[in-house]
């Protein structure tokens, strides 16, 4: 084994980060340690369909890192590779609070950090052996999927070599360049899945490592992606100074920062001599009770006095807000974009509340029922996934969108160029623009979310169907037959179907029709089992035609396959072209 593959799906058009080509950091510090080990490794950070699959599909591993809002994406990644007898890792966050279905469509899941496992699992894996003593790795075991016990400890953080980004061959960075610092987060915070993944305990890598680093990128723009670049504030300020005092002159950076962080006289001067420009403030909400409930620890008065002070330093500010929680009502979004407006936030992040596989939140709410979907493609901050307490879905929905055009209204592009400077304009048409695309983009959302509300979590049949024919495709009489059984059902917005019997062009006519005037467009999913489905190669064919169309139609489609029987039967053997389904394997492994 000496070529190995590492993909991160890239976010969906019309996300409020499809304009970013940042990188995640997670790849790049994998790729450095195999590198050093002397494997061969490529980076790509891209969709499934602009992926380059006649060289991916060259590869002895492939490694795929997922959030929820990408999961399916590399799931279908997955389940193309896996369909093409190459060994898939996957890893990341999703992963790590749902490993079972991740597992589904993987090899190996690795759990949690992977900084101290990934490398260890490639040498297993290269000497054919399990990995039965690699701490946070799930697998499967003669068919039956295996979770070793997590980590029992955090990875130090010098540990870590510089994350190599000269790996990446498609999706390389552009504009900022990351750069971590630390890991973790000393609050908690009810919705965010950082804590549970990295833990409250703030790990930081010492100063003169990050100084080695900084170095690299001396004249350049770089954003220290910490999830709280302040939370020891001396240390913070050392490195300021270090940059200081080694000339380390960077054109400009930005940071994820607390309000309270604008408390520190020292702190914002060391910012404006080291071009600190922007700052990231989780800023969440106005409200109170909302501020409360999130646990955020700060007031309203904490967060005025802190947009204030970072705007007498000329820093920008990016003021991140989430709508949706049991005190918000439709008025209190409103009143937020005139607060945003009033105190001349440079640019605004209005994301509705996202209950993420792994926080606090998303126990409380699918314990309560209040969850309307599961599809972890919406689970992007811009679709309503739950039920809110003081309004409805629908409400949530389109006053988050309307908080976006009020706020990037033509009108209040140029409103901080006085302030800040033309950066801030800039951010704002931009966002403009975004809003534009986001609401062509995202229509059919509006007529789902209704349908979702109104579905029981029941299965409910809608369909049983029995069509005799015969090998030339004709109807005919006799019982004994060969035939196609077609069973539809819905649950939650989800539909399936069950296919049994002979499959040959004729019955794949009739299963069209029946599927066109049952489906609805849009819908979000579609899962169809073919595990006692027979039929020939030339079928199988058409069938797979078939289903990149309903592909087009369809947000999500799956094939529940017989292992041994209809793997290559859907897939040619090493295609360089990804279908629009992803193949689950049945319960026969």
Not at 164 to 188: E, H, W, Y
Not at 237 to 251: A, Y
Not at 569 to 586: D, H, N, T
Request: aromatic share 10%; proline share 5%.
């Amino acid at each position: 084994m000496k070529e190995i593959v590492l993909i991160e799906p890239k976010t969906k058009r019309g996300h409020v980060y499809s304009m970013v080509r940042m990188p995640r950091l997670g790849l790049p510090l994998l790729g450095a340690q195999l590198k050093a080990e002397g494997y061969k490794v490529s980076i790509y950070t891209a969709s499934p369909e602009t992926l380059p699959w006649n060289k991916i599909l060259e590869a002895d591993l492939v490694g795929v890192s997922t959030t929820t809002s990408t999961s399916f994406d590399a799931y279908r990644i997955a389940s193309h590779l896996r369909a093409n007898n190459i060994p898939v890792v996957i890893g990341g966050i999703h992963a790590t609070y749902l490993p079972d279905e991740a597992l589904h469509y993987a090899d190996y899941v690795v759990r949690g950090e992977a900084d101290y496992t990934f490398l260890p699992l490639v040498r297993a894996i290269k000497e054919g052996q399990l990995p039965r003593d690699i701490p946070g790795v799930s697998y499967w075991d003669n068919g039956v999927p295996v979770h070793n016990p997590a980590q029992d400890c955090w990875v130090e953080m010098d540990d870590l070599p510089i994350p190599d980004l000269s790996l990446f061959v498609q999706g390389k960075p552009g504009g900022a360049i990351p750069v971590m610092t630390s890991r973790g987060c000393p609050f908690n915070c009810t919705f965010c899945s950082v804590t549970p993944m990295f833990g409250r305990g703030y790990r930081y890598r010492s100063t003169e490592k990050v100084l080695e680093e900084l170095s690299l990128y001396r004249g350049q723009h770089v954003f220290f992606c910490d999830d709280h670049f302040t939370a020891n504030p001396k240390r913070t300020k050392e490195v300021l100074r270090g940059m200081l005092d080694r000339k380390i002159n960077l054109k400009g950076w930005g940071a994820q920062v607390r309000v309270d962080a604008a408390r520190d006289e020292e702190f914002l001067e060391l910012m404006r001599r080291t071009r600190g420009n922007i700052a990231y403030i989780g800023l969440e909400s106005i409200n109170p009770a909302t501020l409360k409930a999130y646990n955020k620890q700060q007031s309203l008065d904490d967060i005025e006095e802190g947009i204030r002070r970072f705007h007498d330093y000329g820093v920008r500010i990016h003021g991140m807000f989430v709508f949706g929680s049991d005190s918000d009502t439709v008025q209190t979004i409103r009143d937020t974009v005139d607060f945003a407006l009033k105190m001349r936030i440079d640019s605004v992040q209005f994301l509705m509340l996202t209950p993420l596989p792994g926080t606090p939140l998303f126990k409380q709410l699918e314990s309560e029922g209040r969850l309307i979907t599961k599809e972890w493609d919406l689970y992007d901050g811009h679709h309503a996934v739950f039920q809110p307490a003081l309004m409805s879905p629908e409400q949530l929905q389109e006053e988050s969108f309307k908080a976006f055009k009020r706020f990037y209204s033509m009108s209040h592009i140029f409103q901080n160029t006085m302030l800040t400077g033309w950066g801030s304009s800039l951010y704002r048409g931009v966002g403009w623009w975004l809003v534009k695309r986001f609401e062509k983009q995202n229509r059919w959302y509006d007529q789902i979310l209704e349908r979702l509300q109104n579905k029981s979590s029941r299965s409910v049949p809608l369909l049983y169907r029995r069509i005799p024919i015969n090998q030339e495709g004709k109807l005919k009489r006799d019982e004994a037959a060969n035939h196609l059984k077609i069973y539809v059902s819905e649950s939650n917005g989800v539909f399936y179907l069950r296919l049994r019997g002979l499959l040959n062009r004729f019955a794949l006519r009739e299963l069209n029709r029946t599927l066109k005037g049952l489906v609805p467009k849009p819908c979000l999913q579609l899962v169809i089992n073919t595990e006692g489905l027979s039929f020939s190669e030339k079928t199988a064919r058409a069938f797979t035609r078939s289903l990149e169309r309903l592909g087009r139609r369809v947000g999500r489609v799956q094939i529940i396959y017989r292992k041994g029987d209809l793997r290559h039967s859907f897939l040619k053997k090493k295609s360089f072209r990804i279908q629009r389904f992803e193949l689950l394997p049945g319960k026969e492994r």
